[in-house]
């Protein structure tokens, strides 16, 4: 955390070679949270980033530990709450893996369906989010008019919109309402004709190309020694999409291409993330009109416990790997848990891809890394 | 590579390691005084891991246990490799200068179980209070004010 007396000494010690230590955040509008960096500038060059977490740290790997197998899961929707289903997802593939639980494939098949729908709503946000921290107002309405169709379809089935907790060990926690096909085919539909604005309104807009190409470069190599994963890393050509590598649920059974680009640069990361979001349109297309009759919810007993020994599961969110970690001591509780979070990685590399250039390209830099503070503050 | 390939090749840098098998993954427990060749060895030879996707520590009440996770890029295999520390004194060497990631998620790891990367350049509290007193993810860590009973 932020200690003030600190920086007003760090303050003295740089103000003779003409830098000057800026506070950005933690109320600050672009950081989407209570993050706090403190920035030092040279003129107008970043010479360091210091990112200072804490803010809206819940403990929640402490709290974990008194949590029983079921409950759980409910406090990881409150991490990246933008993801909110995939991180449940993640939970109780580990309880299923660990205790051998059979889920039935109509529940398999939802899953799934509902953990596209969520990383379309998620880079929705994002590019709404985005385009207004680069000073573009109106791609934030085009966005959450699509998003809002989500978190309707949402709603109607989980009963919330951004913390779904709709994931039990086994299964679903309810079936699906008799509309949900129906609303979902409207969405596709309605999302498959307003995609080529966003291209129309951002992509080939000339300002927007000259405020993001070249800026914030990652290379493969540092993406995979800081750690980066998911949109981030195959902006720089790393291929990291747990969905191809580990296949989880039915994602063996769909096609669809993990999104590459070389550039490594915030345009990069732009275009990966868009074209993600048709990919997870055409899993959707392929799993709608085959989700299987059956079981909503394989049998399992009232009380989970998990054998003695350590267990680890990764799925893809719409950051990127998120894996969750486990040491039983084969109690109903965890002994230890971890949560590998995507965000906590790629905000490391800020400070890196950041350094020598302008103040105001750090938006584009920060923008596109997509941070999402509550799953950083775990 | 095979287990058993990466066993041998471990034996011939740490001969006191000990192997378990029974988990997802190949488990290696080595000393702290070993960690830091080994890790160096893992990076750059033929295991070639480039990507250190956790780390973390748990706390067993009687010692402390750090736990890396590596895996590599071109052929997909992880490995978990773990070192006992003492719980009074914990001190092990930094890895931030083989993987980056490894310089934030050990500065969490030194807050929350105290753990003394040696060699790490910015060794500061990341998410707690500068005046925080305790480490609270060890099991006997007691907060008067928000107390979860275990």
Redesign the interface.
């Known amino acids: 955390m932020y200690n003030q007396t600190e920086i007003i000494k760090d303050t003295s010690e740089l103000g003779a070679d003409g830098e000057l230590v800026i506070n950005m955040g933690p109320q600050h509008p672009a950081t989407h949270g209570v993050l706090h960096l403190v920035v030092t500038l040279n003129g107008e060059t970043i010479k360091k980033i210091e990112p200072h977490l804490g803010y809206i740290h819940r403990s929640i790997e402490k709290m974990c530990e008194s949590l029983t197998y079921r409950q759980f899961i409910y406090v990881t929707s409150r991490m990246d709450y933008l993801s909110s289903h995939i991180n449940n997802l993640g939970c109780a593939l580990l309880i299923e893996k660990g205790m051998q639980i059979e889920v039935p494939d109509r529940a398999k098949y939802i899953r799934v369906i509902l953990s596209e729908l969520t990383r379309i709503a998620s880079h929705e946000l994002w590019l709404g989010a985005m385009a207004m921290d680069l000073g573009a107002f109106t791609p934030f309405f085009y966005a959450f008019r699509e998003r809002e169709m989500i978190t309707d379809i949402m709603e109607d089935t989980c009963g919330a919109r951004l913390t779904m907790n709709y994931i039990v060990p086994g299964g679903l926690m309810y079936d699906l309402h008799p509309d949900f096909q129906k609303k979902v085919k409207a969405f596709i539909t309605q999302f498959k004709s307003k995609v080529t604005e966003y291209e129309d309104l951002v992509t080939n807009n000339i300002i927007f190309q000259s405020r993001t190409k070249g800026v914030g470069i990652l290379s493969a190599e540092d993406a995979i020694s800081y750690g980066c994963t998911g949109p981030v890393a195959r902006a720089s050509g790393v291929s990291c999409d747990i969905r191809k590598i580990y296949p989880y649920e039915v994602y063996d059974k769909v096609e669809f291409d993990e999104v590459l680009e070389t550039a490594g640069d915030s345009f990069a990361r732009y275009m990966v993330r868009v074209k993600e979001m048709n990919q997870s349109i055409r899993i959707i297309e392929q799993l709608i009109d085959n989700i299987p009759e059956g079981d909503f919810v394989g049998k399992t007993k009232n009380v989970l416990k998990l054998p003695k020994g350590e267990f680890y599961t990764r799925v893809e969110t719409a950051r990127g790997e998120f894996g969750v970690y486990v040491v039983s001591e084969g109690g109903t509780t965890p002994h230890r848990i971890k949560f590998r979070s995507p965000g906590f990685s790629n905000l490391s590399v800020l400070n890196h891809i950041s350094v020598g250039s302008m103040i105001g390209d750090l938006m584009a830099s920060m923008g596109t890394l997509d941070l999402v503070i509550p799953d950083i503050d775990r | 590579m095979t287990n058993e390939e990466i066993k041998e090749y471990i034996t011939t840098l740490a001969p006191a390691a000990t192997f378990d098998e029974?988990?997802?993954?190949l488990?290696i427990m080595v000393t702290a005084e070993e960690l830091k060749p080994l890790m160096l060895a893992l990076r750059n030879a033929k295991t070639q891991m480039?990507?250190?996707?956790?780390l973390?520590c748990?706390?067993f009440k009687t010692h402390l246990t750090m736990?890396y996770?590596l895996s590599a890029?071109t052929h997909?295999q992880s490995i978990?490799i773990k070192a006992n520390l003492n719980r009074e004194q914990p001190s092990i060497e930094t890895v931030c200068d083989i993987?980056?990631?490894a310089?934030?998620?050990e500065r969490e790891v030194f807050e929350m179980f105290g753990v003394h990367f040696t060699n790490h350049p910015d060794l500061r509290?990341?998410?707690?209070?500068?005046d925080f007193k305790g480490y609270?993810?060890r099991k006997d860590f007691e907060d008067p004010i928000n107390m979860?009973?275990?």
């Open positions: 029974t988990g997802e993954w488990n480039n990507y250190l996707f956790c973390t748990v706390d736990v996770h890029t997909r978990v993987w980056r990631t310089e934030f998620l509290k990341l998410i707690l209070e500068d609270p993810l979860i009973k275990l």
